[in-house]
T-cell receptor, first 114, second 116 residues
Framework: GENVEQHPSTLSVQEGDSAVIKCTYS??????FPWYKQELGKGPQLIID?????GEKKDQRIAVTLNKTAKHFSLHITETQPEDSAVYFC?????????????FGSGTRLSIRP | DSGVTQTPKHLITATGQRVTLRCSPR?????VYWYQQSLDQGLQFLIQ???????AKGNILERFSAQQFPDLHSELNLSSLELGDSALYFC???????????????FGPGTRLTVL
């Protein structure tokens, strides 16, 4: 079955710097890759997603890149701000979305230093 | 705010007891998913319903059951509770439930269950 590995588990960056979180997946059939942000005491919030027919997607300060050959995808946050501090989860699934096949990474706790 | 609501926010109970968690999906979403999040297990998919019918099953214990009602809200029933059932339980919803259609899940704020 699918396995998703996420690195690093914790990340601390200076405010204004960039943060990069990386995930690798094992099932070449996976073709939908969402990223979730979970703030303390709240549920995961979808922040960006990418489907395998594109290599990069950007939304303001957030971008995701996908390398299907290497089976890895990354989240890039530029010009980090204190409100970016949270736990970030990557996930991989087969689109159409089959809930029984969506696998989440173990999460990255991002801290932004003032 | 994702539009998914969950009640209660916190629940404290004793071992052996039974509890019911409730979820209301986003307006128009037909599918509901339940997840368990514990410190050592991450997000684990439990079960999915689509328009009242079970669609997919994950690592859900036999002591747990769920259903989706005609108004599309869902309940997760946890019985014979054990200490290890203490966790955050999240509900998510999506418009079409996935199969055959590109879909996105939106998560609720969760219910924190503490079993003493």
């Amino acid at each position: 079955g699918e396995n998703v590995e996420q690195h690093p588990s914790t990340l601390s960056v200076q405010e204004g710097d960039s943060a990069v979180i990386k995930c690798t997946y094992s099932d070449s059939a996976s073709n939908y890759f969402p990223w979730y942000k979970q703030e303390l005491g709240k549920g995961p919030q979808l922040i960006i997603d990418i489907r395998s027919n594109v290599g990069e997607k950007k939304d303001q300060r957030i971008a995701v890149t996908l390398n299907k050959t290497a089976k890895h995808f990354s989240l890039h946050i530029t010009e980090t701000q204190p409100e970016d501090s949270a736990v970030y989860f990557c996930a991989a699934s087969i689109a159409p979305l089959d809930a029984s096949k969506i696998i989440f990474g173990s999460g990255t706790r991002l801290s932004i230093r003032p | 705010d994702s539009g998914v609501t969950q009640t209660p926010k916190h629940l404290i109970t004793a071992t052996g007891q039974r509890v019911t968690l409730r979820c209301s999906p986003r307006s128009g979403d037909l599918s509901v998913y339940w997840y368990q999040q514990s410190l050592d297990q991450g997000l684990q998919f439990l079960i999915q319903y689509y328009n009242g019918e079970e669609r997919a099953k994950g690592n859900i214990l036999e002591r747990f059951s769920a259903q989706q009602f005609p108004d599309l809200h869902s309940e997760l029933n946890l019985s014979s509770l054990e200490l290890g059932d203490s966790a955050l339980y999240f509900c998510a919803s999506s418009p079409q439930g996935g199969r055959g259609v590109t879909d996105t899940q939106y998560f609720g704020p969760g219910t924190r269950l503490t079993v003493l």
